[in-house]
């Protein structure tokens, strides 16, 4: 990723920015779809009645609209904070009511009505002092055997935090154990067999490519979770 990112509010500079650095949040391709398949299998969500995913930081819907394509949902809901990117991506995507702009620590939706809470490299991007409110909605709004599927920029050992500081939003880079200490607070639990299967996926980024995601991005710190 470029080091001329500069935009600190996610309008469309920071969209901007993004996009010439290489990283389009209204690029949708195999990768979108496949991941969103990857996602879907480690989790389970064929098992669930009326599978219902949130994709929590959904930018522009990309993935969201990868969930769509797998026609595994009774419902999708991307959330993001950015109205612009929202409203860029509910006409390219035309995902209408199934994409808005608010924040994720008052989610208005029904306790327990979720089965997977999905989140892509966004939390590194929430304040610390935030981290416990948006965790409890996440636990409120999960079903009790719902699981959450969260990929972050953390420190892992013999790193240091300037390597994941290359964007000016990123506010909260913390080394893994602080992350798995706050997902434990908040009672959500490490679900070490999902873990497996998105080890093992047979789906990858790339078409006709040998290598699943989790052998591609090594520099991924990914949980999944359960709710008890």
């Known amino acids: 990723m470029s ?76 959330i993001d904070v950015s109205e612009f990117m929202v409203d860029l991506g509910r006409k ?35 304040h610390e002092r935030e981290i416990t409110a948006i965790l409890a909605e996440f636990l409120r709004i999960l079903r009790p055997g719902g699981r959450a599927f969260l990929v972050l920029d953390a420190i892992k050992n013999g790193e240091s935090a300037e390597i994941y500081q290359y964007d000016p939003t990123h506010l909260n880079i913390q080394p893994t154990l602080y992350w798995s200490t706050m997902f434990e607070k908040a009672g959500l639990r490490a679900d070490f067999e999902s873990y497996d299967r998105y080890a093992r996926s047979r789906h990858g980024p790339f078409e006709g490519g040998a290598a699943n995601y989790f052998q591609t991005y090594p520099a991924w710190s990914t949980w999944i979770l359960i709710k008890p």
């Open 92 to 126: 390219h995507f035309a995902l209408g009511d199934s994409i808005c702009a608010g924040s994720c620590a008052e989610i208005r939706l029904p306790r327990e009505s979720v089965s997977l809470v999905h989140s892509m490299q966004v939390m590194e991007h929430i």
């Open 3 to 78: 080091t001329d990112l500069t935009s600190l509010t996610y309008d469309q500079a920071y969209y901007e920015q993004h996009k010439a650095a290489g990283l389009d949040y209204l690029w949708h391709d195999f990768w979108q779809k496949s991941y969103a398949r990857m996602v879907s299998e480690a989790t389970l969500q064929a098992t669930y009645v009326k599978p219902f995913v949130v994709d929590f930081g959904c930018a522009c819907g990309s993935i969201l609209a990868g969930f769509r394509e797998t026609g595994l949902y009774e419902r999708i809901l991307g």
